[in-house]
């Protein structure tokens, strides 16, 4: 069993700049790669971005300038460092990852953008 706990979501004015983390643990063998999605009210949840074991990173379209996925791959974190926030942001953020076939999301965390 994996779990996957974020934290660092918050308030922010627009403009501003939030890290989210999302730490792994449990019976964890390998991890490929992680991810981070997010889910704005009346919503479907969309990818964000994804970090590969190789540090190979991924951004949807939205983000791409703006976000910054990174991982520690002693601790197995990954992390989303957020600038120039913007109003269209706020959602509650999920990390997700595959392992063995599953995939694995922690419980969010919540970001709101103050304009």
């Known amino acids: 069993q994996v779990q996957l706990v974020e934290s660092g979501g918050g308030l922010v004015q627009a403009g501003g700049s939030l890290r989210l983390s999302c730490a792994a643990s449990?019976?964890?063998?390998?991890?490929?790669?992680m991810d981070w999605y997010r889910q704005a009210p009346g919503k479907e949840r969309e990818f964000v971005a994804r970090?590969?074991?190789?540090?190979?990173?991924t951004y949807v379209d939205s983000v791409a300038g703006r976000f910054t996925i990174s991982r520690d791959g002693a601790k197995d974190t990954v992390y989303l460092q957020m600038n120039s926030l913007k109003p269209e942001d706020p959602a509650v953020y999920y990390c997700?990852?595959?392992?063995?076939?599953?995939?694995?999301w922690g419980q969010g965390t919540q970001v709101t953008v103050s304009s």
């Open positions: 449990g019976r964890i063998f390998m991890i490929n790669a």
């Open positions: 970090i590969t074991n190789s540090d190979t990173t």
């Open positions: 997700s990852m595959w392992h063995y076939a599953v995939q694995y």
